[in-house]
């Protein structure tokens, strides 16, 4: 048991959602938190129904105020709020409602209990890395927790490129596209193309052809601290996008900048999260769990 000093007095709730089991699963937690003498925050970008929600804050004003966030919904729901609030020091704590939940890890039916416990601090800490991106020559640059992604737009479309790595030439690909992915993403887009799964603690940065027109092409790892330069050559039509947001035109010979960010994540769970137990339940891996000998 990890029991920590209670340094959580006002906690935002927020959702990307509007349903009706968001909002159930919103008055439950105001219900606890409020029995708990703590105060309730509301994000003005939440869609929690505003039935449900008192007055509602600047995201801005929830960065300052905020001690911690409850996230409801799935993982894009994390992803949103990690965007949000997460990258800004605040750490987060997600209520499963989606399908894997490898981020938002609390269900539904052990709420009141676990939310409980983790208010009288007891629970564990998980940081994660984010990534930034940029064209150069441009000012604006975005984030991702999960992915950056490289890609033609176009379904059956290669695109060709020059991967560099702390300004190294490693190759010059045709493909659909490149997955450039945290470990945090491993179990994300990338899952779905076959790469590799990371477990969390290890601060890598995936890269991974999408459809490459390649026998020999292969997922490579690299560490976390490596800077990551693609160049779109040869007048291929490409495009940029973190975490399935923003979808940036990447004109030809067009150079993008890829590194992890200064700031990171932190993720809370209750003591018993296992990422190994959400590989085991979310992607079917075991036929089953050891009994432990008496």
Aim: glycine fraction near 6%; aromatic fraction near 6%.
């Amino acid at each position: 048991m990890v029991i920590k000093p209670n340094n959580f007095k006002k906690i935002a709730i927020y959702s990307s959602l509007n349903n009706s089991k968001v909002n159930i699963i919103a008055e439950q937690v105001i219900e606890v938190l409020t029995n708990l003498g703590l105060i309730c925050l509301f994000p003005q970008s939440s869609k929690i129904s505003r039935r449900v929600v008192k007055k509602v804050l600047a995201d801005k004003t929830i960065i300052k105020r905020a001690d911690l966030v409850i996230a409801i919904g799935g993982d894009g729901t994390l992803l949103s709020t990690a965007r949000n609030f997460g990258f800004h020091g605040i750490p987060i704590l997600g209520i499963n409602l989606g399908k894997l939940g490898f981020l938002t890890d609390i269900p539904p039916e052990d709420l009141t209990s676990e939310l409980t416990k983790v208010i009288g601090g007891d629970y564990v800490t998980d940081e994660r890395i984010f990534l930034e991106a940029k064209i150069k020559g441009k000012k604006e640059t975005y984030k991702a927790l999960n992915e950056v992604v490289l890609h033609s737009g176009s379904i059956a479309q290669l695109i060709e490129y020059d991967l560099f790595i702390d300004n190294e030439f490693v190759y010059r690909q045709k493909a659909d596209g490149l997955i450039v992915s945290t470990s945090t993403g491993s179990t994300a887009y990338s899952l779905s193309g076959n790469g590799a799964i990371i477990s969390p603690e290890v601060k890598a940065i995936s890269l991974m052809p999408m459809f490459p027109h390649s026998l020999n092409a292969r997922t490579l790892i690299t560490n976390h601290e490596k800077k990551i330069s693609v160049k779109v050559k040869n007048n291929s039509k490409a495009y940029l996008s973190m975490d399935s947001h923003d979808n940036l035109k990447v004109t030809s010979d067009a150079e993008v900048m890829i590194q992890k960010a200064n700031q990171g994540l932190t993720l809370i769970h209750p003591t018993d999260h296992s990422f190994f137990s959400s590989c085991r339940n979310k992607l079917g891996w075991s036929l089953g769990v050891p009994i432990k000998s008496p």
